[in-house]
């Protein structure tokens, strides 16, 4: 029972006195404290509590160099610098002094370094050299021959790459480059030793005659895809050889290209009417066919970035299904895609019988570079100016390996693993960017 007397004695046991209700009544206030402090450390850290508004945004530089190490460019930047690393390690293991000082390493290991360095610093050098400008020669104008031999070599690259490209923008995979050089080849030759025309309409007529003739054998696979739905890699591989063997049997009979009187399968030399003129006089290699190859570069910008026709081969290339419901013709697509394909790889082989080898028609004329075509097309990300800079890139390596071959005696057959070392990197982007630590686009 409770004591009237004594009030404290009222309360039940238990129950709360009023210091614990002060404490009651406090601790709202102690807990909005403690999350007012929280969250102003969290603020100043910039942790979990840090308000959207209060969070800095990253500089431009900070933006940019994050752009570049998640972009595909710096991917075909490394891969040519791996491939270079790799190559020279293979430069070093062959080069007949670093053998011999390896067997006495442990005793004079400088020995060995020294040649490894002698080695690849020579053979690097002879391909600048061979490049890019040679040193050693007396005048200006000499020891900038080997950029204008570069440029020859890119300029059939630069065409065929473009060509090859074009068709990867549409989901299409355009292999048939050998088939199409030669029978572009074939034609502009025909009309180049066979017709007497005046100069400037005889190169006319010979440029656009082999330009249709490498459309035409290209858009063949394209009909095929577009109307039976024929894998286009197939076709374009069997007609490489269709071409080789038609051209090959034209070469061989007197009545067809043949050189009346000869018995090898290689036609009568190419007219001077026909031949595509040198930029800088006979000194130097160089034709209008560099020329030509850059206006390509520009009408294929163009063509994918400025016209329906892009905005129709961006679809279809992204996805042919959604194209279809937007009311795209894809079919058609594909045909035009490799008509033009056809030809910019039909301007390569023009340039070849026009310009570069204009001693005749022969079986061999493509040099392999309708297959280096699909290589330059790949480093340059089937985009114009990407596949100016990889056609400039092969056609260094192209020029600089046999100035390698002659002044280092170094087997011109390591440019070309260079080159499929710099294929294969590209094909595995995740292992460039383990590599050197790159950050993934989802990264930031």
Do not use: C
Request: hydrophobic letters at 50%.
């Amino acid at each position: 029972m409770s004591d009237p007397q004594n009030p404290e004695a009222a309360r039940p046991t238990g129950a709360s006195g009023d210091l614990d209700a002060d404490v009651a009544i406090e601790e709202p206030d102690a807990v909005s404290s403690e999350q007012q402090t929280a969250a102003d450390a969290a603020r100043t850290t910039g942790g979990p509590g840090t308000a959207a508004a209060d969070v800095p945004p990253p500089s431009r530089w900070h933006t940019m160099l994050h752009q570049i190490a998640t972009g595909n460019a710096i991917i075909s930047v490394l891969a040519v610098v791996l491939a270079l690393l790799v190559g020279a390690i293979m430069i070093a293991f062959t080069d007949e002094r670093v053998q011999e000082t390896a067997g006495y390493f442990f005793a004079r290991p400088t020995d060995m370094l020294r040649a490894i360095w002698d080695s690849v610093a020579g053979a690097y050098t002879a391909l600048f050299q061979g490049a890019i400008y040679n040193f050693r020669r007396d005048t200006f104008l000499a020891g900038i021959r080997p950029l204008t031999e570069t440029l020859t070599f890119a300029t059939p690259l630069i065409a065929g790459g473009l060509g090859v490209a074009l068709a990867f923008r549409v989901g299409m995979f355009n292999i048939g480059g050998r088939g199409q050089m030669l029978i572009a080849a074939s034609v502009a030759g025909w009309i180049g030793f066979g017709f007497d025309l005046p100069w400037g309409l005889h190169m006319l007529v010979a440029l656009i005659g082999g330009l249709v003739g490498g459309a035409l054998w290209a858009g063949i696979a394209g009909l095929l895809k577009a109307r039976t739905g024929a894998h286009e890699v197939i076709v374009t591989i069997m007609l490489n050889y269709v071409a080789f063997y038609l051209v090959f049997y034209a070469l061989s009979e007197q009545n067809l290209l043949q050189a009346p009187g000869s018995a090898n399968p290689k036609s009568l030399p190419m007219k001077e009417s026909v031949v595509l003129p040198k930029l800088f006089g006979d000194r130097y290699n160089l034709h209008l066919g560099f020329l030509l190859a850059l206006i390509a570069v520009a009408v294929v910008w163009w063509i994918l970035n400025r016209s329906s026709l892009g905005f129709r081969i961006r679809a279809v290339g992204e996805n042919p299904a959604a194209a279809r419901s937007a009311g795209i013709d894809v079919g058609r697509t594909y045909i035009v895609v490799m008509l033009i394909s056809g030809g910019l790889v039909g301007l390569a082989g023009v340039n070849q019988v026009l310009g570069t080898v204009t001693s005749g028609i022969t079986v061999d004329l493509d040099a392999s570079i309708g297959f280096d075509a699909i290589t330059v097309a790949l480093l340059g990300r089937s985009k114009p100016l990407g596949i100016l800079a990889a056609g400039l890139l092969f056609g260094a390596f192209k020029a600089g390996g046999f100035a390698m071959q002659a002044s280092e005696n170094i087997p011109v057959d390591i440019v070309l693993v260079v080159q499929s070392l710099i294929v294969l990197f590209i094909a595995a982007p995740p292992l460039i960017r383990a590599i050197f630590r790159l950050p993934t686009r989802e990264a930031q």
